[in-house]
């Protein structure tokens, strides 16, 4: 059972432009929501997460979206560059000690265009 | 040394063979994972070490063995894989539990090809 859903599959977006990203979850015991962003032949990056007692954070270029009733999140990559083109994962998890266990979405393969 | 370092970087083996992937951190982080990734897929969880005791073995096939030696270090162990098992294997390693401590550091991954 797939527990977090991600779309759209891939997307290209203008250099400048706003790439936008969606997740929805289904597990309400989630309270941790990191977005991954990974390059071809490296191991994912951790970009920013979110905690659902705050609806909005934003780090640079970079700003994810919380609406905890409706259990969705996203990214928005503002004005974005060439060097954004990789493939973005949402994820969330819920651990209580002993390690927490991430949940992945399916992946956003971002292609910014000159 | 805020890394998680993978060996080897590429592996080739045969399906009759024995080989290890190596997994070091000195963050002093007390959970560290292995996680197995197919070409445009997300990762998915193999195994979970948590103070050096597996605490999630996600039902992967005993041909795959984990061992956690110490804090900093995370061994797989393969053995008889199948063509099946070519993947890109990740290391990651996270502080254990609390809720302030979540964010997963991922190493680079073994890139492994079974012939």
């Known amino acids: 059972q797939q527990q977090v859903k991600q779309s759209p599959q891939s997307l290209i977006v203008q250099k400048g432009g706003i790439s936008i990203i969606n997740c929805a979850y289904e597990n309400t015991a989630f309270d941790y929501f990191p977005w991954y962003q990974q390059f071809p032949g490296k191991g994912p990056a951790l970009l920013i997460a979110?905690?659902?007692?705050?609806s909005e954070k934003k780090e640079g270029r970079f700003t994810i979206s919380f609406n905890k009733s409706a259990k969705q999140f996203s990214l928005h990559i503002m004005d974005s560059q060439p060097g954004d083109s990789a493939t973005y994962f949402c994820?969330?998890?819920?651990?209580?000690?002993?390690?927490?266990?991430?949940?992945f979405g399916t992946g956003t393969q971002l292609k910014v265009e000159l | 040394d805020t890394e998680v370092t993978q060996t080897p970087k590429h592996l080739v083996m045969g399906m009759t063979n024995k080989k290890s992937l190596k997994c070091e951190q000195h963050m002093g982080h007390r959970a560290m994972y292995w996680y197995k990734q197919k070409a445009k897929k997300p990762p998915e969880l193999m195994f979970v070490y948590s103070y050096e005791k597996l605490s999630i073995n996600e039902s992967v096939p005993s041909r795959f063995s984990p061992e956690c030696p110490n804090s900093s270090l995370l061994n797989l162990h393969l053995h008889a894989l199948q063509p099946e098992d070519s993947a890109l294997y990740l290391c990651?390693?996270?502080?254990?539990?609390?809720?302030?401590?979540?964010?997963?550091?991922f190493g680079s991954g073994t890139r492994l090809t079974v012939v």
């Open positions: 994820a969330a998890s819920s651990g209580r000690g002993g390690g927490n266990k991430l949940t």
């Open positions: 979110i905690r659902p007692d705050v």
């Open positions: 990651a390693s996270s502080q254990a539990g609390g809720l302030a401590n979540y964010g997963y550091t």
